[in-house]
């Protein structure tokens, strides 16, 4: 017989913000955005700057862009947050 649980509070809440991830190792060189710009899928928010190789950081999110999560020279590893977007 399956387990069933409660229904729990909160457990239907729809969370409108996100995270723009990086898409490799490197030093993030953040584009020019001002906080509260509209950015739309595949906008450009910055590059990391790896060994051998430069990587776009693009959004695959269309958001307000609240603030990044990286600062400029900032040494990042792969899937580590860059930028923060409100989506609703």
């Given amino acids: 017989m399956p387990t069933t649980f409660p229904s729990l509070a ?3 809440l729809a969370v409108p913000e996100r995270v723009v991830v990086a898409p490799a190792v490197g030093i993030f ?3 020019d ?4 710009i509209t950015v ?4 450009e928010i910055g590059v990391v700057v790896g060994p051998g190789a430069m990587s776009s ?3 695959p ?3 307000t862009l609240m603030g ?3 600062h400029e020279g900032e040494r990042l590893r792969q899937g580590q947050p860059v930028a923060w977007l409100r989506v609703a």
């Fill in 10 to 12: 909160g457990e239907t």
């Fill in 29 to 31: 060189r953040p584009a």
């Fill in 33 to 36: 955005l001002p906080d509260g």
């Fill in 40 to 43: 739309e899928p595949g906008d």
């Fill in 57 to 59: 950081v693009r959004s």
């Fill in 61 to 63: 999110f269309r958001g």
């Fill in 68 to 70: 990044m999560l990286a």
